[in-house]
């Protein structure tokens, strides 16, 4: 844009209006300026000001219009159509975009040089240090887990650490940035902060040394009293209630409120705080915790629900707050749950009572760990039959409120995947060794300090043995839906993978299900210094995520040539039919025991408290109307029994199909 010094007229009228500058030559205006619409300013260093010709119309119908009332500038950039008005104090160093509305604020200036939180350390995990992760702008969960994680590949962290320096070095600047249509309300202290598109700042108390990353697609709110200090704000989230954050990350489309405290914790996409507390947590996509009772420390979660009251214990008083724990993919906290780090549970396991024995249960995974009487007990596989554990798998997509086509993490909601399966193989080899080693009439079995009683062993073991072979076959019709009917020649062909690719182990890298092979190849070329771009790494990243499909099928192919047991130059339509039968079969089964959970929601003691003053048919009629009917017209029982009915005639169509009938 083109700015002109100001005419003589122009002075005269703007010191008519009680303004002032320290240097009027110093004081420059766009074509198209005017002199209405500025009243009681003070300008000093170097201030350029664009046209002021716009109305902005507030709630309740009042009109404002743009300009500059009651302000002091200081090495300011104002562009066209704002309205900023009763600055306390002032505003220095700032570029402000156009259609800003900035009142009632205490002071937003930029001291000295500054990377607006890029390049802060986040102490995640161990509190004293050792796993800090560098934030910038474009961080993604798996950069982070990485960083986090991977200490014993040191040529990888110095590698991410110049890379991540480099994104520093270029956005670190002596002068701020408001972008364009930012709203900026009654609020206090905001000092080092860049600010984007969109984003609306009410009744903040202070802002310090930060990048609010908002945009027109994914706007950012801060409301009242919240104070952040050393913080990233990613698109689409918000930050509410008198909320604090110190040296936090928060990821796409989160949500943090009613007055949560969180301090040296990264939160990635659509992460949920209200009202607890976080200290070191590493909170990976869809990590929820709600309550006033609940604090969250030096753990890693993921797609995680904590209940009220959940704890954790980083330190036994003897070398401080150095320990761990980590909480696989979609694990939960009943309440009043307590986990004495370190420890590590399962995918998908549900934890209730005290647990003071550092377990871990990885390889047991949709288990439940549970106290009584001071002991832990583990159920394997139990989680499998749970209609929460369904339910929570078809929550999560729908509950993906980021709305911004640049999205920083690559996420994978299957429940079965190469990486909970491989764990379930390796739970039916731990508990075949136990029932070998203490002998089948054992009533209990003795795993990582806990208790497995013998019942639940072998119900473990036929929950497992229906995901892995639900799993295996859910690959295998996919796999061959093309295949012309009864072609043996070509079922085997079309078997092949398509690449080695997804071969070996998998990894969770918190929210990005993929082959460690490929993983561990971007950690070559980052540490090589090949990749040295954050934005090319979170390409790599998503590229593995575009591909999951194809590296799921090398590596179900594999397991299941050993499943069950198959040669792949031989393979018959026998086994092609048996593997189908398996799946079916165990479709439907897992499908009725979901059904048969859902019952229990609606049980006679299901409805104690409906109904009050009235008789039993007042209290069904009233439990029918809140929760939207009774058992067999629930929409989530219905969905199961149509779960059943299609893949009930998807097996029988694919076992026609192959046996030629």
Not at 72 to 80: A, R, S, W
Not at 549 to 562: F, S
Request: net charge negative; aromatic share 10%; with cysteine.
């Amino acid at each position: 844009m083109a700015y002109r010094k100001l005419e003589k007229e122009e002075i005269e009228a703007l010191e008519a209006r009680m303004c002032s500058a320290s240097d009027w030559n110093d004081v420059e205006v766009a074509e198209g300026f005017s002199v209405e619409h500025v009243h009681s300013t003070r300008f000093s260093g170097k201030v350029r000001l664009g046209r002021f010709g716009k109305e902005f119309r507030m709630p309740g119908g009042i009109v404002k219009h743009s300009g500059l009332y009651n302000v002091t500038l200081h090495n300011v950039t104002v562009g066209d159509d704002c309205r900023v008005e009763n600055v306390k104090n002032y505003i220095a160093n700032y570029d402000i975009g156009h259609d800003c509305f900035i009142e009632n604020v205490d002071i937003i200036l930029t001291d000295g040089t500054t990377s607006f939180g890029n390049g802060v350390e986040v102490s995640v995990l161990n509190e004293t240090g050792g796993r800090e992760v560098m934030m910038h702008d474009f961080l993604s969960a798996h950069q982070a887990y990485v960083m986090a994680l991977y200490r014993h590949r040191p040529e990888l962290i110095e590698g991410l650490k110049k890379t991540i320096g480099r994104y520093v070095a270029s956005v670190t600047s002596d002068r701020g940035t408001i972008s364009p249509h930012v709203t900026i309300v009654d609020a206090g202290y905001i000092k080092n902060v860049k600010i984007g598109e969109y984003c609306k700042i009410e009744g903040t108390s202070r802002l310090r040394n930060g990048s609010i990353n908002s945009n027109v697609h994914a706007p950012v709110h801060v409301g009242v009293g919240v104070i952040g200090d050393d913080f990233i704000i990613c698109s689409g989230s918000s930050v509410e209630d008198r909320s604090t954050i110190t040296r936090c990350f928060i990821g796409q489309a989160c949500h943090i409120g009613h007055t949560y405290s969180a301090s040296d914790s990264l939160f990635f996409s659509n992460c949920h705080g209200e009202n607890g507390e976080a200290c070191a947590i590493f909170a990976g996509p869809f990590t929820v915790t709600h309550h006033k009772s609940t604090l969250l420390i030096a753990g890693m979660f993921s797609f995680m629900n904590a209940g009220s009251g959940s704890n954790q214990s980083n330190h036994m008083y003897k070398l401080g707050p150095i320990h761990q724990g980590i909480m696989e993919r979609g694990a939960k906290t009943s309440s009043d749950s307590y986990l004495l780090w370190p420890a590590k549970v399962g995918a998908f396991s549900l934890v209730m009572g005290r647990h003071v024995s550092h377990q871990d249960t990885s390889d047991l995974p949709f288990s439940y760990l549970i106290e009584n009487q001071n002991t832990s007990y583990i159920f394997p596989g139990v989680n499998l039959r749970s209609v929460g554990t369904i339910r929570d798998a078809q929550k999560w997509p729908k509950r993906d409120s980021r709305t911004d086509p640049d999205r920083l993490d690559s996420i994978n909601y299957n429940l079965l995947s190469p990486y909970t399966i491989q764990k379930m193989l390796n739970a039916v080899r731990i508990l075949k060794n136990l029932v070998k080693a203490s002998g089948e009439t054992s009533d209990t079995y003795s795993y990582q300090s806990a208790k497995i009683k013998n019942s639940s062993l072998h119900k473990g073991l036929k929950f497992y043995d229906l995901a892995i072979n639900k799993f295996l076959g859910n690959s295998l019709i996919k796999r061959l839906e093309t295949v012309p009917d009864g072609d043996i020649s070509a079922i085997r062909e079309r078997l092949r993978p398509d690449t080695p690719a997804g071969a070996g182990q998998w990894v969770d890298i918190s929210g990005l299900i993929a082959p460690k092979s490929e993983v561990d190849a971007l950690i070559d070329d980052i540490g090589s210094g090949k990749v040295s771009d954050v934005h090319e790494i979170n390409r790599r990243f998503a590229r593995m995520h575009e591909n999951y499909y194809t590296y799921e099928w090398t590596w179900a192919y594999g397991k299941m040539l050993e499943y069950y047991g198959l040669d792949p130059d031989n393979i018959t339509m026998e086994d092609i039919v048996m593997i189908a039968r398996k799946w079916k079969e165990s479709v439907v089964t897992l499908d009725r025991m979901v059904y048969e959970d859902a019952r229990k929601e609606f049980s006679l003691s299901a409805m104690t408290g409906f109904g009050a003053d009235g008789d039993e048919d007042q209290k069904s009629r009233d439990f029918e109307e809140v929760r939207g009917g009774l058992f067999d017209s629930n929409t989530f029982v219905q969905a199961v029994l149509e779960h059943i009915r299609v893949k009930t005639a998807l097996g029988d169509e694919f076992l026609g199909r192959m046996s030629g009938e």
